[in-house]
């Protein structure tokens, strides 16, 4: 059984930055593909980006390139969401995912941001 566990969310003002964390457990952590997408009130989920198993690779929306950083700590089993120059527009839940493990794609419970303009 997968658990995907995320924490880090926060009110922060426009400009100011985050980290997210998700801490992984049920899977090996440096195989798989994983990622985080996010869900405005009343709008569906998006992607946010993704990461390879080794972290050689990641693939960000153009919403927040060159803004957000994914990254991976292998002795922790957690991935991270640096997140910096925070817009309004970037209040969301945020959701750890991983697309593909045991033929079934597994979510986190999320965790809330809040920019204040």
Known sequence: QVQLVESGGGLVQAGGSL???CAASGLTFSTYIMGWFR???GKEREFVVFIT???DNTYY???VKGRFTASR???RNTLYLQ???LKPEDTARYY???P???GSEWWGQGTQVTVSS
Do not use: I
């Open 53 to 55: 198993g080794t972290g």
């Open 100 to 102: 593909y493990y045991r």
């Open 73 to 75: 700590n292998y002795a």
């Open 19 to 21: 980290r997210l964390s």
């Open 83 to 85: 997140m910096s120059s």
């Open 61 to 63: 929306a153009d919403s």
């Open 96 to 98: 750890c995912h991983v």
């Open 39 to 41: 869900q405005a009130s």
